[in-house]
């Protein structure tokens, strides 16, 4: 993918989350890890850029070391980007384009898992457990992080080594969910990434309409693919749970 070809797909899935309600206002951010071929570097939605209404002559271009080159100024998040594919790399070697968005769904569920009275995650757990064959197949585990404040360092190494632990372990992963804010997908391209993203949130989507369900003694409690069931994708579809 050139230079030119990553601006535009980065402006064009914005445009699609931006429409299709996956985010909001001024809310997420897109980047794309470029190849030797494109100069190498990165390129990222500027801070406070809405994805609807993306220019692609004013993305951030930054170098190699994530030092800013041109367009406006890069999104504050550009330091948990550079983490991310930094551990990312060594166990998908092809990953490209990170996708982060407010999405509704994964941030409610984020919010039911908040020890009220201390403001902070009860347990580190997951968002989801394997509800579906394809949030297992397309997505797989989602590690739970602590909320931090938007762009904080703290929380960008924490990623890392949770990418490094899971992969350590076998089990690749290609998201994360960033507590009170919302999910962070990577993958090998900007579709790829939105697609991961999408059936994330639609997966957190199902989740809640189930539990509401549940708390309405409409539906029996919400249970999970068996390992059974699990390896069965893992035999038939490679799938990495």
Known sequence: MTETEAREEICRVGKS????????ATAGNISVRLGAAAGGGFLITPTDACL?????????????????LSGDRASKTMALHVHIYAAAVRFDADTRC????????????????????????AQTHELLEPLTPY?????????????????????AALVARTITDYGARGTPIRAVMLARLGPTVWHDSPMQAMATLEELEETAQLACLAQRAQASHS????????????????QTFGARW
Not at 17 to 24: C, M, N, P, Q, T
């Open 17 to 24: 989350l931006f429409d299709r309600g996956y985010v909001h």
């Open 52 to 68: 609807g209404f993306l220019d692609p002559a004013r993305l951030a271009r930054l170098d190699a070391n994530a030092l800013q």
């Open 98 to 121: 990170i996708i982060h968005t407010h999405s509704t769904y994964c941030v409610a569920l984020s919010l039911q898992q908040v020890d009220q009275s201390s403001g902070t995650l």
């Open 135 to 155: 949030f297992v197949m397309k997505v797989g585990h989602v590690p739970l992080m602590p909320y931090h404040r938007p762009g904080d360092p703290a929380l």
């Open 219 to 234: 539906q029996p409690a919400l249970t999970a693919l068996t390992a059974a069931q699990i390896d069965a994708l893992r």
